[in-house]
């Protein structure tokens, strides 16, 4: 099966859901890097008015975090496309931590951006393929 892999650049020998080595294509990937001060509350979470004199309410992160990624960084065009994430942990990127598995991601097709949610902050990063 190897053979079938050489001379096709952007092809990368993985393993299928059955386990089959083929080929891949991940030239049209694109990695989003990001810290964790990038994640903020969720768009559904708003904080209530302060009272006059009063500092505005602190998002307590009971709804998770979330990180808005443009179309100009994800290059997706539509929600169709795998990902990976890793989560950095002492300076490497880790796949299969909590953080990474417990990250989902969302294309909100209005507005053209890819929305990782998390239910807490972590510095990582994102592949996304297809």
Do not use: C, M
């Not at 092809?11 to 994640?39: M, R």
């Not at 994430?85 to 951006?113: K, S």
């Amino acid at each position: 099966k190897q053979d079938k892999l050489e001379g096709w650049p952007g092809q990368v020998p993985v393993f299928n859901e059955n386990g089959d080595l083929e080929a891949q294509d991940f030239s049209g990937s694109a990695v989003f890097a990001f810290t964790a001060e990038d994640w903020g509350p969720p768009a559904s979470w708003v904080p209530e008015e302060p009272a006059e004199g009063e500092e505005p309410e602190a998002y307590d992160g009971s709804l998770g975090y979330e990180i808005a990624i443009p179309a100009e960084a994800h290059r997706r065009k539509n929600g169709d496309f795998g990902f990976h994430v890793f989560h950095q942990v002492d300076g490497r990127y880790i796949t299969n931590t909590w953080a990474a598995l417990g990250t989902g991601a969302d294309y909100d097709g209005e507005a053209g951006t890819v929305i990782l949610s998390s239910s807490d902050p972590y510095p990582g990063k994102i592949l996304f393929v297809g």
